[in-house]
């Protein structure tokens, strides 16, 4: 019982280590859209800690650089992070019994990876402890990677040569989520039509084509059922 | 300063967002239909954050740009070797192969 309490914190550490290739370039690029856009640095910085969600820190940099409204920013991080909430659903399946800090630390850590990677390891909710061990462990080694990251894309991120496209890493961090979190056909159904809903629904404004195809890929997952029964 | 608020504000939000139903959830009973939709949350999103990533790069539909090769072989890795790093570690190196000799 010791044994694989204590392998379950290694193994959450362990299980993000090929995801920080995804995510330390994802860091840089944030670094450098920050150091090079006309925001103030310090608090571009500190949205690593305090937002702590990479795709909306982008976008929060990217309005106010184009001298957007501050509530057209704010309102576009909450569209892009709106999938966290349907996270926070699930991953509260999980943590009903903890402690108050506990579920307060979880909250802070959600992303995609965090999430993702752990219900995928832990695919029943009735086994918390190791969930939440497991969880934690991966949640610090990725909070601790953006921190540095992003600290070392705003101080030297331009010296990284364009030619070398890092940025792709992060489609392809999500491309291989996307394969192992497709299990069944209805899985299938939800990925098709999500991913046909938010590609029909590029060039929309406020990155909208996220959250409707998240929608849609459920709606879609959850009618498909009953023909696979 | 505008910006200082503006990421305490989106930070509070964001916070408001994650901790809201991991907060509630072991003081309500959950609907089972939430239940099953909580199944298909993973590969919705991430099909719908992936595939306009990698059919549009550059903000229009391109399905003939370097990404899309670049992407199902680093996707067909993650499949074979049921591991994300194996995706970076082949699909990176596909896409410098195929610019390197369509562009």
Known sequence: MNSSEHATWSDGVRAVSPILLGVIPFGLIFGVTAATADVPLLAAWASSFIVFAGASQIALVEVMDGGGAPAVAVLTAIIINARMLMYSADTGRYTASESLWTKLGVAYLLTDQAYLVSTHRFPDPSNAAGFVRFYLAGGLTLWTTWQISTSIGIVAGTAVPASWSLEFAIPLTFMALLVLAVKDRPGLFAAAFGGATAVAAVGLPYQLGLPLGTVAGIAAGMTSERWFK | ?103
């Open chain 2, 1 to 103: 300063m505008t910006m200082w608020i503006v990421v305490i504000v989106a930070g509070i939000a964001t916070y408001a967002i994650r901790f809201v139903l991991i907060g509630l959830f072991g003081r309500i009973e959950v609907p089972p239909v939430i239940e099953r939709a909580l199944r298909y949350i993973a590969p919705a999103v991430l099909a719908a954050l992936t595939l306009p990533a990698v059919l549009s790069p550059g903000g229009v539909i391109d399905p003939w740009n370097a990404f899309v090769p670049a992407a199902i072989i680093g996707g067909i890795a993650a499949w074979a070797t049921k591991s994300i790093g194996a995706a970076i570690i082949v699909g990176l190196p596909a896409l410098w192969l195929v610019q390197a000799f369509f562009s």
